[in-house]
């Protein structure tokens, strides 16, 4: 077996289940990758994120070739050993972050050029250089660099599309390791043409998966699900499919309800830094005094360290009191409720019950709950 | 035996071996107990505590009291069930806090009027009124109210030695639960005398244990260390003897070969804060340029989590990059760093080596040092 290959085990309508087998471990697919930006999750240690069931993690290329650089995290035996993460990760290329600049960038027909948000200094990213870049940090699943469009402008998402296909091509070309799989993104905006294209473009480039970038990026959650359910009957059934970006609880199962394999997102740690609890009935904000004497878990539901060991009135107490453990306390939990919502969906494939589960799913989830 | 005893397992000149048996377990000393002002020890998880082997660990009634309040805790079931900690927790008085409030708070001889630093709001402490916050709040080891007064002031410390005897009667008196151990509190400032007569005067009260305030509080080590060296044949033997506030690597040796038994202090947690990590041969600063390829843990004799798994390279790009994790991270190791000097300096009086343990640590010791 190739380092790198995915079996698809079962099926539920347009739901999958499935193993991604890489060279730090298999992945047992729907999963939910928490996101440590700058080779770490916020707040989190290796030991809490394996105890709390993370499998993949997702690290940001842009950040770590700013700071502290990728041939240093090259000398330092790579982003496994450097951050203690022995299990599977996954880079970006840096695309979405280098967009995110907007006028501190400039793209053209062979890469971009960009000032660093940390000092101004002027970079260049080109599909080969990024290869290069993730090859050093050597993250199990890599990502080609591609142009990230404001989701409505059909023009631009037209040119954007045309560099995005010409650089997956070039991305393909450019790598040397043969124990990392590169992923290919399909673009074009909220536009169904577009996204046809793109999917079909992409499919036939043989990567072995494929991911749906400039998604959740300002367009409506209606316009983020048909574009899902555009591609989905024209990638190729045997390449996990990796929604980048996507990861709230109600993301979680509408995206496995339409064939998506893999996530990832800073929603359940920046929401814990915000106080927000994430529970499969909605969220709740812990700052909120009517905290104050409730001896339950955020969930009674929930199996995490923070849920077995701590009441809402403590986090309350903690988050009053500007501690910083509140942020690491709801960041175990956030990500624990994204880690095991991601294991029942595959529960649910694999029984056959994903329709029911979503449906149920969908009548107890109010994403606005603030009470108790 | 009574929920609270003492027993006094070795000597090695004036250094002490013992156990403290308290409600919720037993203490062997000389100890260090982290300090969660707030409820928390300051980004770590009471699991992570206990994987690094704390035992006892210090909450500021002061603070508490303010927030959440000492009702609210008691009505959650008391500290250790409202933070998770089931092993010793000792509170103190309140005292050094409220008289840290400068010209926020007056004293009389009943007690002492203050503002809160938080919102201003007024309060008033008396010996029986902090007992009772004090009886709310549950620990296993409480503290009398004392007064504590810049130490190089020969007439403030003369009152305030005055009131703090009151006091001590008073709290005794007030007291009602059996299952908390009352320590009295020595004071003096840097006056022989007044430490003596301090000494006995708390001594003869009889209480279970015998705190010494008042120190590390502006003067220089050497007045310090001749404080301990006067009331140290002036306490009893059978009686455990804690340190306020104390805690760094030399005061641990300088206090146990002084005849201490407790200690505890900021230092640690705060410095971890600081991007420093404290090593039995002295400081690091994480956050120098140098640190940036050293593959090394802070300290390759520990064993804590920290140095198990990271290196000082990865540590210094956490700081660099502004991560909450190397809070985390430097407290874990800084801890550890505490409570194994207590346990080895334990055993050094268990064994007999106790001056030669002082002489090497004293040997190889530079609190200055800040390369590798």
């Known amino acids: ?160 599309l045309q560099r995005t296909h010409a650089w997956a091509e070039r991305s393909l070309r450019a790598r040397t390791r043969d124990d990392q799989a590169l992923f290919g993104i399909v673009q074009g905006g909220v536009f169904a043409d577009l996204r046809a294209r793109s999917a079909e473009f992409i499919a036939a480039l043989g990567f072995p998966g494929i991911a749906i970038g400039g998604l959740s990026v300002g367009e409506s959650k209606a316009e983020m699900l048909a574009m899902l359910e555009v591609v989905d009957p024209l990638l190729p059934d045997d390449r996990p499919r990796y929604l980048m970006g996507v990861g709230s609880p109600e993301d979680l199962v509408e995206g496995v309800v339409r064939g998506i394999d893999l996530f990832d997102c800073v929603l359940p740690t920046r929401m814990a830094r915000n106080h927000s609890a994430l529970t499969r009935r909605g969220r709740l904000n812990l700052r909120n005094a009517a905290f104050a004497e409730d001896e339950r878990p955020i969930d009674p539901g929930c199996d995490c360290y923070t849920c077995r060991t701590f009441t809402r009135a403590y986090l309350r107490h903690l988050i009053v009191a500007g501690e910083m453990l509140s942020a690491t306390l709801l960041s175990i939990h956030n990500l624990r409720c994204l880690v095991s919502l991601a294991h029942d969906l595959r529960a649910a494939v694999q029984e056959g019950t994903l329709d029911g589960f979503a449906a149920a799913f969908r009548a107890g989830y109010n994403k606005h709950r603030m009470e108790g």
């Open 1 to 160: 077996m190739p380092p790198f290959s995915f079996e698809l085990t079962a099926r539920c309508q347009r739901g999958r289940a499935g193993v991604l087998h890489t060279p730090h471990g298999d992945l047992p697919t729907p999963v939910f990758a928490p996101v440590g930006t700058q080779a770490t999750v916020k707040a989190v240690t290796p030991q809490q994120l394996r105890e709390l069931g993370a499998s993949l993690v997702l690290a940001n290329t842009y950040h770590l070739f700013l700071r502290p650089g990728s041939k240093r995290v090259a000398e330092r035996g790579g982003l496994h050993a450097f951050m203690a993460w022995e299990r599977p990760i996954l880079t970006d290329s840096g695309g979405f972050q280098v967009f995110s600049l907007a006028d501190r960038r400039s793209v053209d027909a062979d890469g971009v050029t960009f000032h660093s948000h940390l000092d101004g200094s002027l970079h260049r990213f080109t599909p080969e250089s990024v290869i290069g870049v993730e090859e050093d940090l050597g993250a199990d699943i890599i990502m080609v660099l591609d142009e990230c469009a404001e989701p409505h402008d059909r023009a631009y998402n037209e040119l954007a």
